[in-house]
């Protein structure tokens, strides 16, 4: 079926259809599938195997890439449901792709996204990253299909002309104004952000922190407008995006929120990073440890450490012999992380980006090597500096495959060599998907 596309700028393909056998899983949340013409359809709403009406939502005669929504679904994969979310659906929110996929499909989706990555940028297999193919379920999230797990503790929301409360489309800046996300915190949800009027903002962050009842609302208001009175359903911080510096400000309660994890709690002042799913820190830090197995005296370093989540549970099991030093770019969590550690004599938390402070330390050797980036990934040169500190182990928290991948490889230019792999759902309902790798050191003569 070729329907005559829609009045749109010349060349423009947007609202053409086309029916399409819709073929593997891609990183980014859809499916990739083909136009008679050739051209590559980057399709969301959809799953491997189906055959849909797909209706391209960006791209132009002659591009390689029309991205396109599953508009009609002709002959549905076994892994489909009726999406439990009314806003999921082709044109509305942009939050979850993975939400018409029962849940164990969802995992298998990004496990086949993880494998496609390893074998293109790192050329490895499963079995040789010594990973068994799985991407396991965050404790409590092993729900049947059609429930959907309440995980997200931090919600961005954007406001619309009207003062809604909404979350924003796939690649768009328009609102989708939304009664209620089924994947928030109930931390989150009992704030009722989505029914209260924000005129005058431009968004609206809520923040429900695990393991202690702290809420937080980041409010950044529109040029010249005044903040409203705050007045939630539950007692929250409240923090203000300064409209001259961008930076965050205190309007009323504590600057930052407590999250437990690891036994330790962590101040994360608004700003910082924290892992969004209530799980995921326990899970990581678990995941790390059972792959460093840290011995009393190690020296270890714990890059892109935030508030200090892996410095934090090295330490604990370091003894008094042992040292970590954490890197952290931003000035706020390093604050925080220097308050979190305070009780750890033997261990520094240093100011700076990873690639500029570690080369200035002068330091040649270490026994073990957190590194946790953000999506961009380590990079070459950072990589091939670790590769030279002669680590007994490295763990390598990604929550990218294709930038875990492309760092593999380089690490294995460097001598090491994946041990083993593990991967997490600890973003449900999403293309998101977290890693754990274990590197060590290539024996020599192997
Ligand atoms: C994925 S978070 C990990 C934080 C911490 N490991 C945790 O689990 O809570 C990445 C952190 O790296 C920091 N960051 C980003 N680029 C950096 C760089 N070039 N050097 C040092 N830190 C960086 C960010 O501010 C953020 O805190």
């Known amino acids: 079926m070729q329907a005559e596309p829609k009045k749109t700028p010349a060349g423009s393909l947007v609202g053409q259809e086309y029916e399409v056998e819709v073929g593997p899983v891609a990183h980014g949340g859809h499916c990739i599938s083909r136009t008679d013409a050739g051209q590559v359809l980057f399709v969301r709403h959809a799953l491997p195997g189906e055959r849909v009406v797909a209706r391209v939502t960006e791209g132009e005669e002659g591009a390689r890439f029309l991205r396109a929504d599953a508009v009609e679904v ?13 806003y999921a659906r082709p044109g509305r929110c942009g939050g979850c792709d993975w939400q018409h996929a029962k849940p164990g499909a969802q995992r298998r989706l990004k496990g086949e996204v993880i494998t496609e990555q390893l074998k ?19 404790e409590g999230d092993k729900l049947p299909a059609g429930e959907v797990p309440s995980w997200r503790t931090r919600v961005q929301y954007a406001v619309d002309e009207d003062g809604n409360a909404g979350l924003r489309r796939h690649r768009s800046h328009e609102v989708e104004p939304i009664e209620h996300c089924m994947i928030a915190a109930d931390g989150i949800s009992e704030l009722g952000i989505e029914q209260r009027d924000w005129s005058g903002m431009a968004s609206v962050e809520a923040i429900a922190a695990t393991g202690s009842q702290d809420r937080m609302v980041i409010l950044e208001p529109k040029p010249g407008a005044r903040l409203p009175l705050v007045e939630l359903d539950k007692p929250v911080s409240v923090m203000r995006v300064e409209e001259h510096d961008g930076g965050i400000h205190r309007v009323h309660g504590r600057a930052f929120v ?3 994890a690891d036994g330790r709690t962590h101040r994360v002042g608004s700003g910082g990073f924290w892992q969004v799913h209530p799980m995921a820190a326990d ?4 995941a790390v440890m ?38 952290e770019s931003g000035k706020r969590a390093v604050e925080d992380a220097r308050h979190n550690l305070a009780a750890f004599d033997r261990v520094r938390i240093e100011q700076g980006k990873v690639e500029t402070v570690l080369p200035r330390t002068g330091i040649t050797e270490v ?16 990589v091939q500096h670790l590769s ?20 593999l490889a380089y690490f294995r230019e460097g001598g090491y060599r994946v041990r083993t792999l593990r991967a997490f759902d600890l ?12 590197l060590e050191p290539v024996a020599k003569g192997t």
């Open 258 to 260: 407590r999250e437990r």
């Open 427 to 438: 973003f449900p309902m999403t293309h998101h998907v977290e890693c754990v790798a274990i």
């Open 388 to 407: 030279g500190l002669g680590a007994r182990k490295i763990a390598y928290v990604a929550c990218d495959p294709a930038a875990l991948a492309r760092d």
């Open 283 to 286: 899970t990581l830090v678990k």
């Open 120 to 138: 293109r940028l790192a050329g490895l297999t499963p079995e040789e990253a010594g990973w068994d193919g799985t991407v396991m379920p965050a």
């Open 367 to 382: 026994d073990l090597i957190v590194l946790d980036p953000p999506r961009a990934g380590a990079g070459k040169k950072t």
């Open 290 to 327: 059972q792959g460093l197995l840290p011995r009393k005296g190690d020296m270890a370093l714990d890059l892109y450490c935030g508030v200090g989540l892996f410095a934090g549970a090295l330490a604990d099991r370091l003894g008094d012999k042992g040292a970590v030093l954490g890197i």
């Open 74 to 86: 002709l002959e549905a994969s076994k892994d489909r449901i009726e999406a439990p979310c009314p």
